[in-house]
Structures are given as C-alpha cells and as structure tokens.
C-alpha cells in the first residue's frame, strides 16, 4: 500500500546511505594502498624510491573511482580469484548506489516493503564493503609481513600519523 513517507524514512535513507559511502570510501583506500605498495614494491626491485615518490604513488592510486580501481587490480592480481566475483558484484551496487538509487527507488519510501527492501540493500552494501575491506586488509599485512616489513613498525608510524593530523 502507497503512504506518504515520513521525515524518519527520509532521514534514515540519508543515514544508510551516509554509512554506505563512507564504508566505500574505507575500501577505496585500503585496495589504493595495497595497489599502491605492490607496484612501489616492483619499482624498488629495480630502484630506490624515495618517501615523496611514494606518497605520490599513493595519491595517484587514490584518485581512480572503485570501477578503475578493481579493473586496475584485476589486471595486476592484486586482487585474488576468489574475490573477482564479489567486487563486480559489489561495483554494480555501487554504481547503482552513487548513480541509480535516488531516481529508481524514489517511489520505494512510500510502500512500506519496498522501503524495507531498500534499507536492507543498502545496509547488505555497507556490510560487503566493510567485508571485502577486511578481506583486502588481511591480504595487504600478509604481503607486508611477507616482503619483510615489519607490521608492528608500519601501525606505530600509522598512529602517531592520526594523533599529528591536522584539519586543512
């Protein structure tokens, strides 16, 4: 049944879609960095790199949208096989997520089941990024440990990087 929907349903939307892309943007940034010290990582085999060129690196890995970004990483393995189908999976949702959920689901508010059905896949959205977010990090401290870095090392340099940070 069609009832007008109510400033909670509005706010809640805006709510689920907040934390959505926030939790995108936390997997944006964990496949940037890992994308960013594996490539780091051939170019040292090669030459020293400096600290500079390797921020560099990094915000360049951080500018593509997540499209770019999973396509790049599918192409250098940096994303294993058995995750391939979850990210196109996820990269779908996304996309219908940041371009398609205001206009598809507009009417969705006004029934109380199909509201319901949107809240749950935006909040099954939030769910998966935070997922393949930990699937991801989990590969980047075996690569690192792997590579001999010392993880205890890099998450000192980490929180005291947090603790000096500064707004702009």
Same mark, same amino acid.
């Given at each position: 049944?069609?009832?007008?929907?109510?400033?909670?349903d509005v706010d809640m939307l805006y709510r689920l879609i907040g934390?959505?892309?926030?939790?995108?943007?936390?997997?944006?940034?964990?496949?940037?960095?890992?994308?960013?010290?594996?490539?780091?990582?051939?170019?040292?085999?090669?030459?020293?790199?400096?600290?500079?060129?390797?921020?560099?690196?990094l915000e360049k890995q951080r500018k593509p949208p997540l499209g770019?970004?999973?396509?790049?990483?599918? !192409?250098?393995?940096?994303?294993?096989?058995? &995750?391939?189908? +979850?990210? /196109? #999976? @996820?990269?779908? %949702?996304?996309?219908? *997520?940041?371009?398609?959920?205001?206009?598809?689901?507009?009417?969705?508010? !006004?029934?109380?089941?199909?509201?319901?059905? &949107?809240?749950? +896949?935006? /909040? #099954? @959205?939030?769910? %998966?990024?935070?997922? *393949?977010?930990?699937?991801?990090?989990?590969?980047?401290?075996?690569w690192f440990q792997s590579n001999g870095y010392d993880i205890n090392?890099?998450?000192?340099?980490?929180?005291?990087?947090?603790?000096?940070?500064?707004?702009?």
């Open positions: 049944m069609n009832t007008p929907y109510s400033e909670n934390k959505a892309v926030w939790h995108l943007q936390h997997l944006e940034n964990v496949l940037a960095s890992f994308a960013a010290m594996k490539r780091l990582q051939k170019v040292r085999d090669s030459k020293k790199t400096s600290e500079k060129e390797a921020y560099e690196e770019l970004l999973i396509k790049s990483a599918k !192409r250098e393995a940096i994303i294993p096989d058995k &995750l391939l189908d +979850r990210f /196109d #999976k @996820f990269l779908d %949702e996304r996309n219908w *997520l940041i371009h398609k959920c205001v206009i598809n689901e507009f009417l969705s508010l !006004r029934n109380s089941s199909a509201r319901s059905e &949107l809240f749950s +896949r935006i /909040d #099954k @959205f939030s769910e %998966e990024a935070t997922s *393949l977010q930990n699937e991801i990090f989990t590969l980047l401290k075996i090392k890099a998450h000192a340099i980490s929180e005291t990087m947090l603790k000096n940070a500064t707004k702009y």
